[in-house]
């Protein structure tokens, strides 16, 4: 069983940037799709971007699409996301997930969850 922990989400200024970062354990994630999401107060989590198992094949959500990056290192079982031109509206609980399946933005297609990171950006 894969064991995931979030890191880097903090409070940052309209343009501003941050770096989250998702650490695995228990297990390799090479062989998974990983993916980043996100929930605002009041909404349902929605996908931000997801990258393949070799890293050679990411796909993004419209509204992060040239702001965002997603990476990820396998020796290290990591997986991050880049987060460049910050807007309030970015504003939520960032999660990294894990998938058997070679192409998703389904929450349900997603297992296991980080706890998750607060990223809050200012106007």
């Known amino acids: 069983q894969v064991q995931l922990v979030e890191s880097g989400g903090g409070l940052v200024q309209a343009g501003g940037s941050l770096r989250l970062s998702c650490a695995a354990s228990?297990?390799?994630?090479?062989?998974?799709?990983m993916g980043w999401f996100r929930q605002a107060p009041g909404k349902e989590r929605e996908f931000v971007a997801a990258?393949?198992?070799?890293?050679?094949?990411?796909f993004y959500a419209d509204s992060v699409k040239g702001r965002f990056t997603i990476s990820r290192d396998n020796a290290k079982n990591t997986v991050a996301l880049q987060m460049n031109s910050l807007k309030p509206e970015d504003t939520a609980v960032y999660y990294c997930?894990?998938?058997?399946?070679?192409?998703?933005?389904?929450?349900?297609?997603?297992?296991?969850w980080g706890q998750g990171t607060q990223v809050t950006v200012s106007s």
């Open positions: 997930a894990a998938s058997a399946y070679t192409k998703s933005t389904m929450t349900s297609q997603y297992y296991p």
């Open positions: 228990g297990r390799t994630i090479s062989g998974y799709t």
């Open positions: 990258i393949s198992w070799s890293g050679g094949s990411t």
